[in-house]
């Protein structure tokens, strides 16, 4: 079977796809994965064909755009919403553009969010069967724990439905732009908003995600199969970009890791500042990842600065993560078994860091402008003092039992 993956987005997007490539290549199908050009190395280094979508992520997200987008305040819904309006807009051209080429290649598409309605597209005047890998549940449900934006988190209700499909609404008309690039260009009508929330509703889903975390809601009636996260193999990679990181690990009390990925923002001293005077003020180390924010060491004794690391070497040494609550980077501290706290920036994030508190692994989530000294303080004390450890501890052990890449391969062959 031939597989065309159309993975848009930044690394928390396209890595799980690169996992799942591999599994599915392993089964004897043949993986092609469209994604930024700065990916190329991480997909063709697993084995898989690679197609150049036109534009780097990483100059993208570190645009004035990209950190109108990601480094706005955090109290703000509508503020953010624009932004993500005009940041998706940026991308359609170089997209739309890569995906053309594609159509009729493909046995199988596979899409992330902001791909679906070009897949979608793509299959219908190509040919191939359509699914979509939700890297967070995006379908309306009644079941608090399985929507994004519940009225009732804690309990099973209509307004949570009611919620969900609001948010559906909202989504469509933030991503539709892509798909209905495609769509003139094979010369079909746009559709806008409608068109996206109806493909939402016919394409069968991948969840990416545990099962402990994203319970499968009823009223999913069998279209969404949540199937465990897609990991790769990274347990045992050393940093090999940083050679006296793991001395620096391994020289004294376990540090806690503080890294918000793919965020970028225009206070990357003060945030750096900040981290720095809470590691002093609670005694324990840090390590901190720049990130896109390009965060900096400022204490020589308590915060040493790193790069991209392997997940799942460094987060296993960590008495305790502090992150943005991407969907990789929560389920890389799950499968790692180590407490955790989310400073909540944007889209589905404050989801993933209410998940993780309700599972009693982390502290109570907090949004990006509520970030304080005090606040981390607290919480890399509450990591020293073994806070939520003996949890953690037993939900990474089932997470470490699941094959979500097995159990997506089987769905996906059948």
């Given at each position: 079977?031939?597989?065309?993956?159309?993975?848009?987005?930044?690394?928390g997007?396209?890595?799980?796809?690169?996992?799942?490539?591999?599994?599915?290549?392993?089964?004897?199908?043949?993986?092609?994965?469209?994604?930024?050009?700065?990916?190329?190395?991480?997909?063709?280094?697993?084995?898989?064909?690679?197609?150049?979508?036109?534009?780097r992520?990483?100059?993208?997200?570190?645009?004035?755009?990209?950190?109108?987008?990601?480094?706005?305040?955090?109290?703000?819904?509508?503020?953010?919403?624009?932004?993500?309006?005009?940041?998706?807009?940026?991308?359609?051209?170089?997209?739309?553009?890569?995906?053309?080429?594609?159509?009729?290649s493909?046995?199988?598409w596979?899409?992330?969010?902001?791909?679906?309605?070009?897949?979608?597209?793509?299959?219908?005047?190509?040919?191939?069967?359509?699914?979509?890998?939700?890297?967070?549940?995006?379908?309306?449900?009644?079941?608090?724990?399985?929507?994004?934006?519940?009225?009732?988190?804690?309990?099973?209700?209509?307004?949570?439905?009611?919620?969900?499909?609001?948010?559906?609404?909202?989504?469509?008309?933030?991503?539709?732009?892509?798909?209905?690039?495609?769509?003139?260009?094979?010369?079909?009508?746009?559709?806008?908003?409608?068109?996206?929330?109806?493909?939402?509703?016919?394409?069968?889903?991948?969840?990416?995600?545990?099962?402990?975390?994203?319970?499968?809601?009823?009223?999913?009636?069998?279209?969404?199969?949540?199937?465990?996260?897609?990991?790769?193999?990274?347990?045992?990679?050393?940093p090999?970009?940083?050679?006296?990181?793991?001395?620096?690990?391994?020289?004294?009390?376990?540090?806690?890791?503080?890294?918000?990925?793919?965020?970028?923002?225009?206070?990357?001293?003060?945030?750096?500042?900040?981290?720095?005077?809470?590691?002093?003020?609670?005694?324990?180390?840090?390590?901190?990842?720049?990130?896109?924010?390009?965060?900096?060491?400022?204490?020589?004794?308590?915060?040493?600065?790193?790069?991209d690391?392997?997940?799942g070497?460094?987060?296993?040494?960590?008495?305790?993560?502090?992150?943005?609550?991407?969907?990789?980077?929560?389920?890389?501290?799950?499968?790692?078994?180590?407490?955790?706290?989310?400073?909540?920036?944007?889209?589905?994030?404050?989801y993933?860091?209410r998940?993780?508190?309700?599972?009693?692994?982390?502290?109570?989530?907090?949004?990006?402008?509520?970030?304080?000294?005090?606040?981390?303080?607290?919480?890399?004390?509450?990591?020293?003092?073994?806070?939520?450890?003996?949890?953690?501890?037993?939900?990474?052990?089932?997470?470490?039992?699941?094959?979500?890449?097995?159990?997506?391969?089987?769905?996906?062959?059948?």
């Amino acid at each position: 079977m031939k597989v065309n993956v159309l993975a848009a987005g930044s690394r928390g997007d396209v890595q799980p796809m690169v996992a799942l490539g591999v599994g599915m290549t392993r089964a004897g199908h043949e993986v092609t994965i469209c994604a930024g050009d700065d990916f190329e190395p991480l997909v063709t280094g697993h084995g898989l064909r690679f197609v150049p979508a036109g534009l780097r992520i990483e100059e993208l997200i570190g645009s004035e755009l990209g950190v109108a987008w990601l480094g706005h305040s955090s109290s703000n819904p509508f503020l953010e919403l624009r932004a993500l309006k005009r940041f998706v807009r940026l991308s359609v051209e170089e997209y739309a553009g890569a995906f053309l080429p594609l159509a009729g290649s493909a046995d199988l598409w596979l899409s992330g969010l902001l791909t679906l309605h070009a897949a979608d597209a793509l299959a219908s005047v190509g040919g191939g069967r359509h699914v979509v890998a939700e890297f967070a549940p995006m379908r309306p449900a009644k079941l608090g724990a399985s929507g994004l934006g519940p009225v009732l988190p804690g309990r099973s209700s209509w307004l949570n439905a009611v919620a969900g499909r609001t948010l559906l609404e909202v989504v469509g008309s933030v991503f539709s732009p892509p798909g209905d690039e495609v769509r003139r260009e094979l010369g079909l009508a746009a559709t806008g908003r409608r068109g996206v929330v109806e493909a939402i509703r016919r394409t069968p889903g991948l969840v990416a995600a545990s099962p402990l975390v994203v319970p499968p809601a009823p009223d999913w009636r069998g279209k969404a199969e949540v199937t465990g996260y897609w990991f790769l193999d990274d347990t045992q990679a050393p940093p090999a970009g940083d050679p006296g990181l793991a001395g620096w690990v391994a020289g004294g009390e376990r540090p806690a890791y503080v890294g918000f990925g793919s965020m970028s923002t225009r206070e990357a001293d003060r945030v750096s500042a900040l981290v720095a005077e809470a590691a002093r003020a609670a005694r324990v180390r840090v390590v901190l990842h720049r990130g896109s924010a390009g965060l900096e060491s400022l204490d020589d004794a308590w915060v040493r600065a790193a790069g991209d690391v392997p997940h799942g070497w460094l987060l296993p040494r960590m008495v305790g993560v502090v992150h943005h609550g991407g969907a990789g980077t929560t389920g890389a501290t799950l499968r790692a078994g180590v407490p955790q706290a989310v400073v909540a920036h944007i889209g589905d994030q404050p989801y993933w860091g209410r998940r993780v508190w309700e599972l009693g692994v982390a502290a109570q989530p907090i949004r990006r402008h509520e970030l304080s000294v005090g606040w981390l303080t607290e919480v890399l004390r509450g990591f020293a003092r073994g806070e939520c450890a003996s949890r953690a501890a037993a939900v990474g052990a089932q997470v470490r039992d699941e094959d979500g890449v097995g159990r997506a391969v089987e769905l996906l062959s059948r």
